[in-house]
């Protein structure tokens, strides 16, 4: 059993690509389910274009802000993910210590109005989101899971105490895109 405390002493983060991504991902899905308790599974999309670095640099000043209307310390997975029609980046997570928050307050926006304070969906400041209760039985910790096997491998723990890395043992800037000068 991977415990917070194995994490952040380093131990219990699947590091290895020991075998196929099928198997990596399982890997992968199975230490985030024992991780931590989660509250939420979210997908956060963006209205323009963004790099992985952008995308995981909103992700953090969300979860800050999560945090604050949380009244109470957050954390989370996320994973960036680069989508099939068009190549757009965007995001999906797991969130602990938010159960007493607003996930969906029922209304429906304008095109354009995010960054609303009523529910965490309308909240995410940057495109369109979901929030929904996590349900394990669901398999969303797998579903997250497989952005650690894909080609742009971008993720991130937030509020827990250990480092970010990627799947294959590094901390994941190999995956990032870079500027060129």
Known sequence: MHTLSHCSKGEGVPTQYAGNRKEVKEEMGNWLGELAPWDAFVTW????????????FWAKRHLQWIEKAAEQPVY???????????????????????????????????RGMWGQKCCLTHAWPCGIARARPYDPQLGAKHYVAKYITEDLAEWDLFGLPTSPQSAFGHKGTEFTQTKTR
């Open 76 to 110: 989370g997975f996320v994973g960036a993910e680069r989508g099939g029609s068009g190549g757009l980046i965007h995001l999906h997570g797991l969130l602990g210590n938010v159960k007493h928050m607003q996930f969906y307050c029922g209304k429906r926006f304008p």
């Open 45 to 56: 999309t963006f209205d323009r274009i963004v790099t992985a670095n952008g995308a995981m």
